[in-house]
Every structure is written in structure tokens, then in C-alpha cells.
């Protein structure tokens, strides 16, 4: 059974930052990554990295966030600089494995105030 633990969120100011991480267990996982859900919004990519250390990002939070892991550990981390109001949400750790498809953390909030 997956199970993934978030830690991290948290209360910025506006050009703060914060670091968030996962850890994974219960499987090999091919990719982690980060979602994010503001309120009355969507869910949208925040940023994924593939076992091989392949990154992508959501356009809105290219060039000041940075993920990273730990394949060894299963543990993603997410570096998150010059935050802005907008980007204030529920952060949901995802892993990606051949034997359990897509697996997502309980969310953890991250609130940035002007």
C-alpha cells in the first residue's frame, strides 16, 4: 500500500519562501511530483521528476520553484522562492507506479499574504 507524507507548508509574506517534501513508501515509483488546488480553482501541475531526473513545471511557477528527490529515499522536495498571493493553495504530493497508478498525499496548505 502507498502512502505518502507531506511536510512543510506553512505562512509566507509575499517574496517569501518555504520548502516542501514528500516522502513515499509501498512501491517503486517512476515519477513524484507536486499538484496544487487553490480555493474554487482546479488542480494544477505545480512540478514532477522522473527517476531519471527529468523535471517539468507549470508555467505560472517556472523560474522560482525547484523540485528535487532523493530516488533513494523516495522523498521529493520542492523549493519554492519569491512566492506571490497566487500561489497560495493546498499543495498534494503525487507518485506515479507501474503496480498502483497514481498515488496523492493529504495536502498540506501553504497560504502567501501581500
Known amino acids: 500500500q502507498v502512502q505518502l507524507v507531506e511536510s512543510g507548508g506553512g505562512s509566507v509574506q509575499a517574496g517569501g519562501s518555504l520548502r516542501l517534501s514528500c516522502v513515499a513508501s509501498?512501491?517503486?515509483?517512476?515519477?513524484m511530483g507536486w499538484n496544487r488546488q487553490a480555493p474554487g480553482k482546479q488542480r494544477e501541475l505545480v512540478a514532477t521528476?522522473?527517476?531519471?531526473?527529468?523535471?517539468t513545471y507549470g508555467e505560472s511557477v517556472k523560474g522560482r520553484f525547484t523540485i528535487s528527490g532523493d530516488n533513494g529515499k523516495n522523498t521529493v522536495f520542492l523549493e519554492m522562492n519569491s512566492l506571490k498571493p497566487e500561489d497560495t493553495g493546498v499543495y498534494y504530493c503525487?507518485?506515479?507506479?507501474?503496480?498502483?497508478?497514481?498515488?496523492w498525499g493529504q495536502g498540506t496548505q501553504v497560504t502567501v499574504s501581500s
Open positions: 521528476i522522473s527517476i531519471g531526473g527529468i523535471t
Open positions: 503525487q507518485a506515479i507506479s507501474i503496480r498502483y497508478g497514481t498515488s
Open positions: 509501498g512501491s517503486i515509483f517512476s515519477t
